[in-house]
């Protein structure tokens, strides 16, 4: 979702800013309380999905690729109490004024009549994608949204609402497809993770591939999530960085973020004409020893903009082989320490300058904030997510924290950028129910 508000400048010297996570019993409390205020009655239960950073493999989903998000502590929570009708009623902290008003029989994709704005469209839309894959008719809801995913920060603020709305219907309406947290439905997960990116892809007009929700729905406390895009498969890779005394620090630029505006589709639409030109449904297709053939082919086609095709193919194909490196890192079962700690950290660094240079997705703001960290003594750095602003990561030792974060921060204050903010990315649950 879009950020509204602007950010103040960064001031040298400044105490980092880091975002909390509510605990679960604070999230259950401010979606209640909200919704009490604004429907007058009882909730049938508040469910939650979280917001996701993706350790590596950016871009890739929509190829086939793999990729290696975890699901944060941060939440959205939605208190919602089924209906009797078609109605949907929405509220949230900054709409608790004027409560959204919607019919189930008459919203539809964006740009036709029934087109739902705003953040409704990703609630709304996944009940209207339910339906679309044979899961209705649904009743209509009333729901409060209570989030602590920060907004139009790269975190999947949207997705989290979408998979939130998800389980939550799958819950009162007993379609009977999430399980719960502790003993999750994977195969009904990957259901309902479908509407979810059908929600996004039609209804919110966001051409994204589905890494998000799949994060925000199938992760698993304490471990990444490698996702096979090209047939969903997943892996649950073991991921305890608090045991090698390592934090994940996410850097939210606050520099805008936003995968409506068409440089996230141009870059799909590039990928898809590349693998036209190459002869392969995706793009995941090109083995690593096949790239260099692949990329003359491309260069000697009649494409207009052939340089462009070959720099997304060499982004794509070389992500996906550091994705299978990082994957086989972690999972050799030694300590995330010493030689193997720095291969990881280089996966990362090399990650980053990828998308800088041959995908361009990245900004001033991220390519100072991995600078500042790698400065600063991070591991390793990258921005994550889709890039154009949103958040960087940087594989810190815990002890480090505070240095690498006041590094950013006077690094922004000097390039007279937006303060930044922090956050701890511990690998956490998947979407659920929490009463
Ligand atoms: C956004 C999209 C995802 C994925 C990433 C880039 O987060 O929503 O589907 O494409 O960008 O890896």
């Known amino acids: 979702m879009p950020r509204t508000e602007t950010p103040p400048a960064a001031v040298a010297g400044s105490e980092p800013v880091f975002s909390p996570a509510l605990s ?83 919203i539809g994709p964006t740009g036709t009549p029934g087109e739902v704005r705003h953040w409704n469209a990703y609630v709304a839309g996944v009940a209207w994608a339910l339906e679309r894959d044979g899961l209705g008719p649904l009743r209509g809801f009333d729901a409060a949204l209570y989030s602590c995913v920060p907004l139009g920060g790269g975190l999947s603020s949207s997705a989290a609402l979408e998979c939130a709305t998800a389980v939550a219907l799958d819950d009162v309406c007993t379609l009977g ?29 966001a051409p994204t591939g589905g890494m998000d929700q799949s994060a925000s729905m ?21 991921f305890d960085l608090a045991a090698a005394d390592l934090t994940l620090l996410v850097i939210d630029t606050k520099a805008k973020h936003s995968l409506v505006d068409g440089q996230y589709g141009a870059r799909r639409d590039a990928c898809e004409r590349a693998a036209e030109i190459l002869g392969v449904p995706l ?17 000697a086609s009649k494409a207009t903009d052939a340089e462009v095709l070959v720099a997304r193919t060499r982004h794509v194909v070389t ?19 010493g030689e193997k700690l720095a291969q990881v950290g280089a996966l990362m660094d090399a990650s980053h300058e990828s998308l800088r240079v041959d995908y361009e997705v990245t900004c001033p703001e991220l390519d100072v904030a991995v600078q500042a960290a790698r400065a600063a003594g991070a591991h390793g750095a990258r921005m994550t997510g889709g890039g154009f602003g949103g958040s960087a990561i940087a594989l810190v030792d815990t002890a480090a924290v505070d240095a690498v974060a006041r590094a950013v921060v006077d690094a922004y204050a000097d390039h007279g950028f937006a303060a930044p903010a922090f956050l701890n990315a511990v690998p956490s649950a998947p979407a659920g129910r929490l009463v």
């Not at 490698?226 to 969903?232: S, Y």
């Open 24 to 106: 679960p019993q604070e999230g259950v409390e401010a979606a209640t309380d909200l919704f009490r205020e604004a429907f007058g009655a009882e909730p049938d239960g508040v469910w939650y999905a979280p917001g996701r950073v993706n350790v590596i493999g950016e871009h890739t989903d929509y190829n086939g690729g793999l990729a290696l998000p975890i699901a944060l502590p941060h939440r959205a929570h939605l208190a919602l109490r089924r209906r009797d009708d078609r109605t949907i009623r929405l509220v949230s902290p900054q709409t608790r004024e004027a409560i959204d008003v919607l019919d189930l029989d008459a």
């Open 283 to 299: 793009l995941a297709d090109i083995e690593p020893g096949s790239l260099e053939a692949a990329l003359a082919t491309l260069r």
């Open 177 to 205: 497809l999430a399980g719960t947290v502790d003993t999750p439905d994977d195969a009904g997960r990957a259901r309902l993770v479908e509407a979810c990116i059908r929600a996004e892809n039609e209804m919110a007009g």
């Open 218 to 238: 199938r992760c698993r406390a304490g471990h990444a999530l490698e996702l096979d895009c090209r047939d969903g498969s997943v892996v649950h890779v073991p």
């Open 319 to 337: 992500e996906i082989d550091r994705t299978r490196r990082l994957v086989a890192l972690l999972q050799d079962g030694t300590p995330l320490t």
